[in-house]
């Protein structure tokens, strides 16, 4: 059995045999984006968070250089936060991004913009365009887009279906997106 990388993640989430089990760093709070890596590569942080062709380069930079089969943006869990106003330390070439001041004061406060205006705020778009960049020049390789783990998480898709649309099709799920706080109101 000679599978891609693509294949073989594809497989293993459809729970089908692989020739082996893949290596995946899916981005987001398990990123590894290593000085040592930006420092050979020139690709560095915190710049490759505001742009999202610098943001690709690193990613397949990290790729190229782990062993990773995967490809995986972005390289901090503070997308939602910042989508939803919080205040981010957007970080260092050795210090990853964090919440400076939170705008609500827990998960039960939170209050939604309409989700139109929250796609559009902060860096998410910054992270779609470079999942959309890294899909087209990268078929055979797993593009991945974690933003904060767990129940809370930003995109409601099942990761097989992310892997398997088109990078068009990806680019254009920001905009469908919705996020999940069981108890948040919606504000407009």
Known sequence: MNLTPKE???RVLHKEEVDRPPVICTGGMMNAAIVEIMEKTGHTLPEAHFDAARMAELARDIHDHTGFENIGVPFCMT??????GSEIDHGTLACEPKIVREVFPGVRDVEFRDIEEMVHSGRIQVVVEAAHQIAKQNPDVPVIASLTPGQYSGLHRPPFDLLQGTAQESSGSASRARLRYPTARRIR
């Open 8 to 10: 073989r993640l594809l």
């Open 79 to 84: 997308i939602e936060a910042e989508m939803l």
